[in-house]
């Protein structure tokens, strides 16, 4: 029964809470239904509806309802935060539908993606706050909440701003060192906090006051291990209010590093209603042959296209007019009589020999070039990749016909930064690119591993093109970091130190009559400082020692340095995205003094000290001045009436500093602001310049506006069926007329941080995936040039219809020192769920223990340890799997080398001699996971050329999962099937 005298009146009717749970779902999918709602239960809903209200604001289904933002509506936290899962109810364009069905309009699309994947971010914030508020109605000890989306630390509080030109100004905050959740990261048992974190704090347990940021980088590199001190990014304006307020953290367990930018760049979309290019294709699924507007147009004037970078060299002087043949193909397509290359004039066409192909090669190649969208699957080892490197060369190639000047760069985009810089790699080789100048590729991000690659980074470009203008807002922005740093540095000293009475009488923070108090006991100070504070505060005076101010280095902004030259406790934060830190070590140095005293320990193992009196300092809430007021003596107080007389006197200070602080960081935003339009100025012209310009399709999404202005009309995507959608729709730019997207729909699928919201939605499907499944043509690769037959007929016709063998496959060796080159190894001992709450994965010890032997074995036979690639389908096996690696060697008398472990969505795109695969589930309860997902058996079984071998409980696949029984009868028809 509903007894509250606040909740709404129903005339009269006694409604069972009960029922009303039952039916809440029920009345929301009516709402949003289009379908007419019986009479009866329309009467019904009317009376129910203030008891739904009701409930729902007890347990609400979107961020808003949790409360207000003390933040403008216009940051980008806001747009990815609003107006959460409520959207998914309240409008009707956002219910499920089939991947095939086209849709209304552009609005329509773009509307449902941004909706749909700022509800994927939140939504396990959202269940979990939700939980977390039911469980406080009756408990509060936090210590006990146990949640699978959110974790929770309690006591927390802020210590000051922080100037950082990669994030703006950014917030440190002090957890408590105390709480169990804390120690384990401070004892390294827990990665967790990490950058890109969605987290929310309230300072009244989520009753009223809520704010939403993410996490970031921490200034210096162990402020978290050893500190327990996180940094925190808000919305712009955030005030965290009074210095002695504490705020419990909620941690969701999602991601958002790699949306907001995306999301925002569809919210711009959205805002301008702008035209999508390729339209016709992406939103009504219709096929369009029609070439690209600038090629068309090239080719009026006349000009000459040449194929002879693809062709052999003796065949480059045969004759043919190559521009007739571009000429002819285009005809037909205009003209829609067909779009595949076997229908046009083969004699005029360089063969597929002849430009070293296969005929699905040859096929892709030019829809590829031709088309002005192209879609190309390629299935593992088919050569993707290669294809879309000859389509980049013949461009290259060919810019007396599509010139830079008319066309832009073009754009190259990839879903994960390794397989951006092979494709790169791929380019640096091409020998049109040998001579090229560095300014001709630009590669932007600061991820890339490969050490070719680093002279062709954006952060290069930048020293080189550097303007007056930038440097004055550089100088500008030091002069505001700087400061802002004194006053921040102040703040945190005075919240993590103990300062001395002096310096607390001197700036008139303590009375004098306490302070004549505090001196009048007959104590022994610490020697040369005169202090009885730390014998007021029950301290052990010996294990401090005292400081007079602050010392630190004074730098100008003259030019950039590499990442690697910027000390790791750059005060100051200045790094653009790890690559964009602009510093100038002139040696010129000087000497600061704020003219605070305070005191730290010397000696390491004084350490747990410390934390304690940092501890105490930070939890303490101040005494009130009524209180001070009648105070006699100050010896005369209980230690922790002592510890909050304390903080009554820092409190004081700090309040004196409060519009000085709010003045400096103002400044530093306004200048932070004045450098980042600069800089994005000088970028545009950069990349105008360039021929190539490269990013991943984060990036992309994050630098849309720029990448808007430089007006490509070419752009390729490596990895298409990997690529979320809400990325590839913020970097469709307006000016875009061609577009090459190749990947593979049945290997890995787009990442998603919600189960059930990916599901529901088909967040997992990518639009390649969409537009070859609506029936848009689409050319696939048909021959693999990589993996021995025996592997390659695992995947056939179980996954793909068609994969034919190259003739090259059938010369790979056999595997020495072994019977089968694809082997089965059955066994039924159980996986070991993970004792950490944290960490949703599973481990088999039993397959660690043979893999670390057999791989052991292998090097025996003569095998590198780069021959041999140890994969499995769970991070925490992954992370068993490496420790008994580096055991394995350290014990071994023979030298076997460590060996190459990492998990199945890691290595898409690779492929290597031998690949040993850990499954690891097997258990009482029949349940295998991820291990039924189609893609990732796709992925898992397609990495080797010459052997695989492959240990997990066959039993269990075979029964749980058709799939995998097809693969298993295919190995046991042919002796691949054995039991351990």
């Known amino acids: ?338 779009a595949d290359i076997s229908s046009v004039n083969l004699p005029t066409w360089p063969s597929p020999e002849d430009v070293g192909m296969d005929i699905s090669q040859y096929r892709a190649f030019s829809d590829g070039l031709m088309q002005g969208l192209a879609l190309i699957q390629g299935p593992p080892g088919t050569g993707k990749t290669v294809i879309a490197l000859k389509m980049l060369e013949m461009l290259l190639n060919n810019e007396n016909i599509w010139c830079k000047i008319n066309v832009g760069p073009i754009i190259l985009l990839s879903y994960t930064n390794h397989a951006l810089d092979q494709f790169l790699e791929g380019i640096v080789r091409m020998p049109k690119m040998y001579a090229v100048s560095n300014k001709d590729i630009v590669r932007v991000g600061s991820r890339s591993k490969t050490e070719s690659l680093d002279k062709f980074n954006l952060r290069h470009r930048r020293k080189e093109s550097k303007t007056k203008t930038r440097q004055n807002a550089l100088t500008a922005l030091h002069a505001a970091a700087e400061e802002h740093f004194e006053i921040s540095h102040a703040i945190k000293t005075y919240q993590t130190s103990l300062v001395h009475e002096s310096f607390l009488h001197g700036v008139d923070v303590i009375p004098d009559h306490l302070f004549m108090s505090l001196k009048e006991q007959n104590l022994t100070p610490l020697p040369a400082d005169e202090t009885y504070l730390c014998g007021w505060l029950e301290i052990l005076s010996d294990d401090f020692v005292p400081h007079h101010g602050v010392e630190y280095e004074y730098v100008e902004m003259k030019e950039e340095l590499d990442t690697e030259e910027i000390p790791e406790n750059d005060r100051l934060r200045l790094g653009f995205d790890q690559e964009d830190v602009e510093f100038d070590l002139s040696g010129k140095r000087r000497t600061k003094k704020n003219g605070i005293r305070y005191w730290t320990f010397v000696e390491k193992e004084k350490t747990a000290i410390l934390q304690e009196v940092k501890r105490r300092i930070m939890r303490t809430r101040p005494m009130s001045p009524e209180e001070e007021n009648n105070i006699k003596h100050v010896w005369y107080l209980s230690p922790n009436d002592r510890w909050r007389l304390y903080a009554l006197w820092i409190h004081r200070i700090l309040r004196t500093l409060k519009e000085d602080v709010i003045t400096a960081q103002e400044t530093y935003r306004n200048a932070y602001g004045r450098y980042k339009e600069c800089r994005h100025s000088e970028d545009i012209i950069i990349l105008k310049n360039a021929r190539i310009v490269a990013m991943t399709t984060t990036r992309a999404a994050t630098d849309h506006e720029i990448l808007r202005k430089i007006n490509s009309k070419i752009m390729v995507i490596e990895e298409a069926a990997e690529v979320p959608d809400h990325h590839l729709l913020a970097c469709l730019v307006p000016s875009l007329q061609h577009l090459v997207m190749i990947g593979d729909h049945q290997q890995l699928r787009p990442a998603y941080n919600d189960y059930k919201t990916a599901m529901r939605y088909d967040l997992n499907v990518s639009i390649f995936e969409r537009l070859v499944t609506a029936g848009l043509q689409f050319q696939q690769l048909q021959f693999q040039h990589r993996m021995r037959p025996e592997i390659a007929d695992l995947l056939t016709p179980t996954i793909y219809r068609e994969l034919q063998n190259h003739s090259s496959v059938m010369e790979i060796e056999d595997v020495k020192g072994l019977q089968n080159n694809v082997f089965f190894l059955n066994h039924n001992e159980n996986e070991h769920a993970n004792s950490n709450q944290d960490v949703k994965s599973h481990k088999n010890q039993h397959e660690v223990d043979f893999i670390a032997q057999f791989y052991r074995y292998l090097r025996l036979q003569g095998y590198r340890s780069e021959d041999i690639t140890v994969l499995t389908t769970y991070k925490e096996q992954e992370r068993l799997l490496k420790i008994e690696s580096n055991d394995s060697c350290e014990t071994s008398d023979q030298n076997v080398g460590n060996a190459r472990v990492t998990t199945v969505d890691n290595y898409q795109g690779e492929e290597n001699k031998i690949i040993l695969l850990s499954l690891v589930r097997s258990n009482a309860k029949g349940t295998i996971g991820f291990l039924r997902e189609p893609n990732r058996i796709c992925v898992a079984l397609s990495r080797a050329k010459a052997g695989l071998y492959i240990i997990g409980d066959c039993e269990l696949l075979r029964e749980k999962n058709v799939l995998w029984s097809q693969i298993i009868q295919k190995a046991e028809s042919k002796d691949g099937l054995g039991r351990h």
Request: glycine share 4%; proline share 4%; aromatic share 8%.
């Open 1 to 338: 029964m509903l007894e509250n005298q606040e909740n709404p009146a129903t005339d009269g009717a006694n409604i069972n809470v009960s029922l009303i749970g039952s039916i809440t779902k029920s009345y929301w999918t009516f709402l949003s239904s289009t379908k007419r709602v019986d009479k009866g239960f329309e009467m019904l809903l009317s009376r129910c509806e203030p008891h739904f209200n009701h409930l729902h604001s007890m347990h609400p289904e979107s961020l808003d309802d949790f409360g207000c933002f003390r933040s403008p509506v216009d940051c980008h936290l806001d747009l990815v935060l609003q107006p959460g899962m409520a959207a998914l109810y309240d409008n009707v364009g956002l219910k499920k539908r089939k991947i095939t069905d086209p849709y209304e309009n552009v609005h329509s699309l773009l509307e449902r993606i941004f909706y749909l994947y700022k509800e994927d971010v939140t939504r396990p914030l959202i269940r979990g706050l939700r939980r977390l508020r039911y469980f406080l109605k009756t408990n509060n000890d936090l210590e006990k909440f146990r949640d699978d989306d959110i974790r929770v630390y309690r006591d927390s509080k802020f210590l000051c701003s922080v100037a950082s030109i990669s994030d703006g100004l950014v917030w440190e905050l002090q957890l408590d060192t105390s709480q169990p959740l804390v120690k384990s990261i401070m004892n390294r048992h827990r990665r967790i906090l990490q950058c890109g974190t969605l987290i929310c704090m309230s300072n009244d347990v989520f009753k009223k006051n809520i704010v939403y940021g993410t996490v970031v980088d921490s200034q210096n590199k162990d402020d978290l291990t050893k500190n327990g001190i996180v940094s925190i990014e808000f919305p712009q304006s955030f005030n965290p209010g009074e210095a002695q307020d504490f705020f419990t953290l909620v941690e969701s367990k999602s991601n958002c590093l790699a949306h907001i930018g995306a999301l925002v760049a569809l919210k711009v979309k959205l805002e301008k209603d702008e035209q999508l290019p390729f339209e016709k294709q992406i939103v009504y699924h219709q096929q369009s042959n029609d070439p690209p507007d600038y090629l068309t147009s090239g080719l009026s004037v006349g000009k000459r296209v040449s194929f002879d970078c693809l062709r052999k060299k003796s065949d480059t002087d045969n004759g043919i007019d190559d521009n007739r043949v571009i000429k002819d193909i285009i005809e037909q397509m205009v003209l829609n009589v067909c």
